[in-house]
């Protein structure tokens, strides 16, 4: 079923958009709620820039599943951070092994990534008249990044704030649920169309691989994203096999 809300405000929202499954979902989220929606995607260096390039195609399907959504869409806009590469010593900045470090981080950590990203949407926010600031981050299904935290997103917002002296809400619709859950609110946001358009053009892989299609998406499907993706899929599946049962045993 397709879970239509009216706009909670007036005030225009910016995404963080990677073009990843996160974050096309809290595009999806944001559009639904939002009379105004701008989304903002960064080139650091990261190995999967590729992800970049999943972006347009994933704001062109969403603006075609919905026509209140394509109203709302605004613009888009990509930042470089080329330094942040080059001050990261990571394997999502370099060309190295995937493995857990000595810190007990994996090697994709990229300190201060979520903190520099947000900080340069809020500035953009601020020139573009944008209160609300939606982000992707979760401490319930991902790898242990300390920046994508409730406590780290709430002490931020409330350091932008008083550092701009404006209201900024940063809102993480994923910070509590899984990524079955994540594949469950896409359906309750644009349904099947949704979920196959996220499924299909957006990118996890921190290999930047993309090539065969997957049931759960592209990916070499072996680096830590791909997995929790893969999951996250298998999970979802299987809710929607026993929901598909369940409403044909009460037929």
């Known amino acids: 079923m397709i879970m239509s809300l009216q706009p909670s405000s007036t005030d225009g929202a910016l995404v963080?958009?990677?073009?990843?499954?996160?974050?096309?979902?809290?595009?999806?989220?944001?559009?639904?709620?939002?009379?105004?929606?701008?989304t903002l995607g960064f080139d650091y260096g990261q190995r999967h820039a590729v992800e970049l390039t999943c972006r347009d195609t994933l704001r062109d399907g969403m603006a075609a599943l919905q026509d209140d959504w394509k109203e709302r869409l605004g613009p888009d806009h990509?930042?470089?951070?080329?330094?942040?590469?080059?001050?990261?010593?990571?394997?999502?900045?370099r060309d190295t092994e995937i493995q857990m470090t000595e810190s007990g981080l994996p090697s994709t950590f990229v300190p201060g990534r979520n903190l520099i990203f947000l900080s340069f949407a809020a500035a953009l926010a601020?020139?573009?008249?944008?209160?609300?600031?939606?982000?992707?981050?979760?401490?319930?299904?991902?790898?242990?990044?300390?920046?994508?935290?409730?406590?780290?997103?709430?002490?931020?917002?409330?350091?932008l704030n008083l550092g701009m002296d404006s209201r900024f809400v940063l809102h993480t619709p994923l910070m509590w649920i899984d990524k079955a859950q994540?594949?469950?609110?896409?359906?309750?946001l644009g349904g099947e169309p949704l979920v196959t358009l996220i499924n299909h053009e957006s990118h996890s892989c921190y290999l930047g691989t993309r090539g065969t299609l997957h049931a759960?998406?592209?990916?070499?499907?072996?680096?830590?994203?791909?997995?929790?993706?893969?999951?996250?899929?298998?999970?979802?599946?299987?809710?929607?096999?026993?929901?598909?049962?369940?409403?044909?045993?009460?037929?």
């Open 216 to 251: 759960w998406g592209h990916g070499c499907g072996v680096c830590p994203a791909c997995e929790l993706r893969k999951a996250g899929w298998t999970a979802y599946e299987a809710l929607r096999e026993s929901r598909t049962s369940g409403n044909d045993s009460h037929g």
């Open 78 to 93: 990509t930042l470089e951070l080329d330094a942040l590469g080059k001050v990261s010593d990571t394997a999502l900045t």
């Open 126 to 159: 601020y020139r573009r008249g944008l209160r609300h600031i939606v982000t992707g981050v979760c401490e319930t299904d991902y790898s242990g990044y300390p920046d994508c935290r409730d406590d780290t997103i709430k002490a931020l917002q409330v350091a």
């Open 16 to 38: 963080v958009f990677s073009g990843g499954q996160d974050s096309a979902t809290c595009l999806a989220w944001a559009l639904d709620r939002f009379s105004r929606v701008e």
């Open 182 to 188: 994540t594949w469950q609110l896409a359906e309750s």
